[in-house]
């Protein structure tokens, strides 16, 4: 079965410095998101992507963050300058449209942000 | 208005019990509610989701019970197994752009 793969499964970087996210979403599906979970809260929206452009942004995707698509098979997120409350998982997902009606949304096992 | 409001926080089921997990919306343009389930160290996985045109959607031991009016959906699992034992999470979504607002999650615990 297809899944979405994401990398590194745990990162650890100081305050101030940049990391970078990285998915590989489902072949053939063309919307991206990525969601972030911090310990023990709930699953929030930050972004959706689609045809190489921001499709929406929460109020959390201020201009410390960025995604791409540099590779046309790779999805990132790029956190410029990391702070002590960006420690959370981030998880990518795809979509995968079933019908007129109906889409099913794929996870991948997310990235573990840890800022120190 | 986007939130979505989800109990209990905690759960714990006999083996061959019902578990009930409620959620509640504001926002009545959403218009697509899936469950997610989550185990520890994974992505959420898409359990069942349900359309506001039904009212209810049945899966093997999974259904989703929606109430329109009240603005309110719960799942539903019969014959509760400590395999089911995990996070579960409601979500709603507005217009097929696949943007998910999620509760805060219902961690489920049945004992054998």
């Known amino acids: 079965e297809p899944e979405v793969t994401q990398t590194p499964s745990h990162q650890v970087t100081q305050m101030g410095q940049e990391v970078i996210l990285r998915c590989v979403p489902i072949s053939n599906h063309l919307y991206f998101y990525w969601y972030r979970q911090i310990l023990g809260q709930k699953v929030e929206f930050l972004v959706s992507?689609?045809?190489?452009?921001?499709?929406?942004k929460s109020e959390i995707f201020d201009d410390q963050f960025s995604v791409e698509r540099p590779d046309g098979s790779n999805f990132t997120l790029k956190i410029r300058s990391t702070k002590l409350e960006d420690s959370a998982m981030y998880f990518c997902?795809?979509?995968?449209?079933?019908?007129?009606?109906?889409?099913?949304?794929?996870f991948g096992p997310g990235t573990r942000l840890t800022v120190t | 208005q986007q939130q979505v409001k989800q109990s209990p926080q905690s759960l714990i089921v006999q083996k061959g019990g019902i578990s009930i997990i409620n959620c509640a919306y504001e926002?009545?343009?959403?218009?697509?509610f899936p469950w997610y389930q989550q185990f520890p160290g994974k992505g959420p996985a898409l359990l069942i989701a349900i359309r506001p045109d039904v009212s209810e959607k049945k899966e093997g031991r999974f259904t989703i019970s929606f109430n329109k009016s009240a603005k309110q959906f719960s799942l539903h699992i019969m014959d509760s197994q400590p395999g089911d034992s995990a996070t579960y999470f409601c979500a709603a979504s507005a217009g097929n752009t696949g943007k998910l607002i999620f509760g805060q999650g219902t961690t489920l615990q049945v004992k054998p």
């Open positions: 997902a795809t979509i995968e449209y079933l019908g007129q009606d109906s889409y099913e949304q794929y």
């Open positions: 926002n009545t343009a959403f218009d697509y």
């Open positions: 992507f689609y045809n190489n452009e921001i499709s929406e």
